[in-house]
C-alpha cells in the first residue's frame, strides 16, 4: 500500500470531526471541502460568492503544492452553493483558475453550509502522473 500524505489547513473542524483537507495515496490526491476560511478561522469576503470561490481555489491550490501537485493535475472539482443564481460569478473565480484545465466540474445547490454566510464549498480531485 502507498504510503498517505496529509495536509491540515489548521481549521477548527479538522480536529474536531477527524479529517485533512487533503490527502494523497500515491498518485492519487482527495481534497475535502473547503470554504473561505482563513488560517485564524474567520469567514474571507461574506456575502461575494466570486472571492470566496477565488479564496477557496487558492487554498486548494496551496494543499496541492504541499503535496508535490498543481492546479494542472486537477481531473474533478465538486463546486456546493448556497444560492445557484450566483453561479455566473462562482463559474467564473473557477474559469480563471481552470479555463485551460478543464477538469470534469459539478456544481450543485446545497440547502446550507456550516455558517449561513458561507456561500461556496469546492471539493476538488488531482491525478499526478508517476
Excluded at 483537507?21 to 470554504?35: E, N
Amino acid at each position: 500500500m502507498s504510503q498517505r500524505q496529509y495536509v491540515s489547513s489548521g481549521t477548527p473542524w479538522e480536529a474536531m470531526v477527524g479529517y485533512a483537507r487533503a490527502v494523497r495515496v500515491g498518485p492519487l490526491i482527495s481534497v475535502a471541502g473547503t470554504t473561505a476560511v482563513d488560517a485564524q478561522g474567520q469567514l474571507v469576503s461574506p456575502g461575494d460568492a466570486y472571492a470566496q470561490t477565488v479564496f477557496i481555489l487558492q487554498k486548494i491550490e496551496q494543499a496541492l503544492h504541499e503535496l508535490g501537485a498543481s492546479l494542472k493535475d486537477t481531473v474533478r472539482t465538486r463546486i456546493y452553493v448556497t444560492d445557484i443564481d450566483r453561479w455566473q460569478a462562482i463559474g467564473q473565480a473557477h474559469h480563471t483558475f481552470f479555463g485551460a484545465i478543464r477538469p470534469a466540474s459539478t456544481m450543485v445547490q446545497i440547502a446550507r453550509l456550516v455558517d449561513p454566510a458561507m456561500l461556496v464549498e469546492i471539493e476538488l480531485e488531482a491525478w499526478v502522473e508517476p
